[in-house]
């Protein structure tokens, strides 16, 4: 059985961090990426991030380039998110996700399993 547990979410400041992680279980984690994508109240679910299997290969939103770094440790079977420069609309729930396969990008259809998702909120 696949679990992927989030940590790290809470409340912050604009233009501060937070760091957050997904610790997963049941599949060989090193096989597949792994994705961060947020829902704020009344949006629909949108992408944030994405890792490939090494590590090497990402992928970000525009609207988090330059300010939000995904990263793996492949030993720990762990995902993190590092979040810097927050602002008041990155406030959401921040659900870690992982891939149908290897190659699993921007869309939620290709990710198979997902976290209970950890809640971000940036105060102005």
């Known amino acids: 059985q696949v679990q992927l547990v989030e940590s790290g979410g809470g409340l912050v400041q604009a233009g501060g961090s937070l760091r957050l992680s997904c610790a997963a279980s049941?599949?060989?984690?090193?096989?597949?990426?792994m994705g961060w994508f947020r829902q704020a109240p009344g949006a629909e679910r949108e992408f944030v991030a994405r890792i490939g299997l090494s590590g090497r290969s990402t992928l970000y939103a525009d609207s988090v380039k330059g300010r939000f770094t995904i990263s793996r440790d492949n030993a720990k079977n762990t995902v993190f998110l590092q979040m810097n420069s927050l602002k008041p609309e990155d406030t959401a729930v921040y659900y870690c996700a992982q891939g149908i396969g290897s190659s699993s990008s921007r869309s939620a259809r290709e990710y198979k399993y997902w976290g209970q998702g950890t809640q971000v909120t940036v105060s102005s």
């Open positions: 049941g599949r060989t984690f090193s096989s597949f990426a």
